[in-house]
């Protein structure tokens, strides 16, 4: 029988043989780090084979768990327990543990109290940074949402505003920094306000950049080509980012009937995704840590602190299937509103479509994830290497193109005011490929100026 018509719903189970009395401690870490994650369940009766054995005083044993789940847990999380019948008349008792709300979660035994959490398939102790996230969670609040030391009055938020206007076309107010999270009535700032300002005093928000010499961090005589470490607000860490790897790559072409197809390096789209990605879901409980680009020859790696969020391993799942869990609420809800991110996370999807979308795409260049307990890394091929040097400058326009310039069309009909930077997230390209294609195309103009103005398509016939 499988197992998982067993535990139902639950994702995380662990299984065990016999109910240890003496030794609660070997099973009941399993029922902490299930209460302080995801929850799951544990089923007596069955062996590490999966083989099932089953238990000779099933009402016993579900009595002995309760009581010992009861005594032992603290505060006692929600549980429920229940008995299997196998066709050959074994019985199992199953305990399903819910996710709580009141985190942590302690195992209280030989006078000390532990919490747990589930990493990959495993009950592992807290960390301190673990439990301090665990503290926040019980309290229904957020790093980035708890008020600092630091005074509005004391920071300035140009980066902010500009931003801010840049993409709606709308002024930001101070006041709109408590309307936004970023500050409270009393006039101090947020952790978010503190790390959105010009000067973040965060001093953990920084971001180091290098381009290596080869294809790991032992080049050889010179083992970096280029280096730079950044600090500040985070929008200027995005900007900043952004702008190391574009001076570190390269971007071959090929001509078409009408014009040149660009064939870069990295995808601006990918990386973009990737950065804020970084930024706004990394574990800013990490004091001393960082988030990292690293440019070797054949790829790209961004790097956050702070893995998966439900202490799962990125690379045992399907990336594309992965709902998103937002660590900084507050945060995550900024870049939604100056149009670095969506609400409905879509990021992975993003970072793979922007490659698949590229011309020089092939499957084995396609962007991979991995990620521990302690970290997560995003790895971007480069699209250019190990690609023979004689590239085609004579080629047809093909089907890529014509696609191009429907998704253009398409956008712009959904939103006749959108701009040409918006135009070049949403298909993974440049501001400046877009500017282009849309010149060669003698149905779409521009009326008016600014923001005021807006597009209108022209059908052919």
Known sequence: MNIKDLIGEATEYDKKLVLEEK????????????????????????????????????????????????????????????????????????????????????????????????????????????????????????????????????????????????????????????????????????????????????????????????????????????????????????????????????????????????????????????????????????NGSEVHIDIYDDRLEIYSPGGMPDGSMIQDRDPLTVPSTRRNPVLADIFNRLGYMERKGSGFGKIISGYEFQINYSKHKRPSFRSDRYQFTVVMPNLNYNVPQDVPQDVPQDVPQDKLEAKIIDLIRKDSKISTEKIAIALGVSSKTIKRHIKEMNNVSFIGRGFSGHWEITDNE
């Open 23 to 286: 030794k609660p401690k070997s099973w009941c870490k399993s029922v902490s780090a299930f209460a302080n994650t995801f929850g799951g369940a544990l089923v007596f009766g069955i062996s590490d084979e999966g083989q099932i054995v089953g238990l000779d005083d099933s009402e016993s044993v579900a009595e002995k768990i309760s009581e010992i789940v009861k005594t032992r847990l603290d505060p006692i999380p929600e549980f429920k327990l229940k008995f299997h019948k196998s066709d050959e008349g074994k019985v199992l008792v199953i305990l399903d543990v819910y996710k709580g709300d009141e985190t942590p979660y302690y195992y209280s035994g030989d006078g000390v109290l532990e919490a747990y959490v589930r990493v990959g398939n495993e009950s592992v102790k807290a960390t301190a940074v673990e439990l301090k996230r665990l503290v926040l969670r019980g309290k229904n609040t957020s790093y980035d949402s708890r008020n600092s030391t630091y005074l509005v009055e004391d920071y300035a938020f140009s980066k902010l505003k500009e931003r801010y206007k840049k993409w709606t076309g709308n002024s930001f107010d101070d006041k709109d920094l408590i309307s936004f999270g970023l500050a409270n009535e009393q006039g101090k700032l947020t952790n978010a306000g503190a790390l959105l300002a010009d000067e973040s005093p965060i001093l953990c928000s920084r971001l180091f950049c290098t381009r290596w010499n080869g294809l790991n961090k032992s080049g050889g005589a010179v083992d970096a080509l280029d280096d730079a470490e950044y600090s500040g607000s985070v929008i200027s860490l995005i900007e900043n980012g952004e702008a190391f790897i574009k001076r570190n790559y390269k971007t071959k072409w090929r001509k078409t009937a009408n014009s040149r197809e660009e064939m870069p390096e990295y995808v601006e789209r990918s990386y973009h995704e990737a950065l804020v990605n970084a930024l706004a879901h990394r574990d800013y409980l990490i």
